[in-house]
């Protein structure tokens, strides 16, 4: 099949998805799917029969996405999965650093601090935690194997209820509030839709034991972040870490920057540099499934929003 680039190409994509037998062509109208990194674009030639979206979370192009499917019929599939090994590795470091009081320590500047930081400091691999997992696709998957080491419990969320390898416990999404009591560390991976927005909330944080932290690289919007601020400096859970924030980017005088519990990351679990990276096998696989009359491995519904 012949693909194109909207706007200035990967070359090193190019090259891996030509490696695999597909012709790249710089003119839309002569390509038979294209790569998307999120370029306007609010129609589609008839003659681009599917369209990978290089990003997981599609919430800002989702209009596009059933503007387009239903204008004609094309198919588009995002990048789930393909960001797992980074976006597991960030959700681990925010943990592992509000446990740890490292923006505390990195304000106080002194050795002087240690005393305080020693009162509200946690080890995440003691007494047998349980980390709740929000949604357990592939950077669940892998986020759950890097967790293996630190004898925790995993409970791991999802719509099915299938059976998640490596995770102690699965919880299905409509039961999701029996997991908050029990919860010591909460990381949400799940995407924005009308069932997520605003899910972790005041109720959330009441919920939760007061030591718990709170985590956030899905999308912004899934936590609310007026509710979040209040639970911080009420003591009602013990920190937050987001790489992602609602709104985004996080203006530079929230009050979220300023509070001592919260570590934040400006959205850099996943980029256009790990994207070049590891998008391309999963462009090769999804194209190879489209011409063998296939879904695709990450192939988007939507009307479901992901």
């Known amino acids: 099949m012949k693909f194109t680039f909207l706007g200035s190409p990967w070359n090193e994509v190019v090259a891996e998805v030509e490696a695999a037998g597909h012709e790249y062509v710089p003119d839309l109208d002569h390509a038979d799917f294209l790569i998307h990194r999120g370029e306007g674009i609010?129609?589609?030639?008839?003659?681009?029969?599917?369209?990978?979206?290089?990003?997981?979370?599609?919430?800002?192009?989702?209009?596009?996405?059933?503007?387009?499917?239903?204008?004609?019929?094309?198919?588009?599939?995002?990048?789930?999965?393909?960001?797992?090994?980074?976006?597991?590795?960030?959700?681990?470091?925010?943990?592992?650093?509000?446990m740890h009081q490292h923006k505390p320590a990195i304000a106080a500047s002194t050795f002087q601090a240690r005393g305080e930081l020693d009162r509200h400091t946690q080890v995440l691999a003691d007494d047998n935690r349980t980390v709740t997992i929000l949604g357990a696709g592939g950077i669940g998957r892998r986020l759950i194997k890097m967790l293996q080491g630190f004898n925790v419990t995993t409970l791991a969320v999802n719509r099915s209820g299938r059976d998640v390898p490596g995770a102690t416990e699965v919880v299905t999404f409509d039961d999701v509030e029996s997991v908050w009591e029990r919860s010591d560390v909460v990381i949400n991976l799940l995407p924005l839709t009308e069932d997520t927005l605003g899910l972790i909330n005041k109720d959330v944080f009441a919920a939760l034991p007061d030591h718990a932290i709170v985590v956030n690289v899905g999308r912004g919007p899934v936590l609310n972040t007026d509710d979040l601020v209040y639970a911080l400096e009420h003591g009602m859970i013990a920190g937050a870490g987001l790489d992602v924030t609602d709104p985004e980017p996080l203006p530079e005088n929230h009050r979220l920057w300023q509070l001592h519990n919260c570590m934040i990351t400006p959205h850099t679990?996943?980029?256009?540099?790990?994207?070049?990276k590891f998008i391309?096998?999963?462009?090769?696989?999804?194209?190879?499934?489209f011409?063998?009359?296939?879904?695709?491995?990450?192939?988007?519904?939507?009307?479901?929003?992901?």
């Open 42 to 98: 609010e129609e589609l030639p008839a003659n681009i029969k599917w369209v990978q979206y290089v990003y997981s979370g599609i919430d800002r192009i989702l209009d596009t996405i059933q503007h387009t499917s239903q204008a004609t019929g094309v198919r588009w599939a995002n990048a789930s999965g393909v960001y797992g090994a980074p976006v597991a590795e960030a959700a681990l470091a925010l943990t592992l650093s509000v």
């Open 291 to 306: 011409e063998a009359g296939e879904e695709m491995p990450t192939e988007i519904d939507p009307w479901r929003g992901y």
């Open 269 to 276: 679990a996943t980029t256009g540099s790990t994207g070049r």
């Open 280 to 289: 391309a096998p999963y462009i090769v696989e999804n194209a190879r499934a």
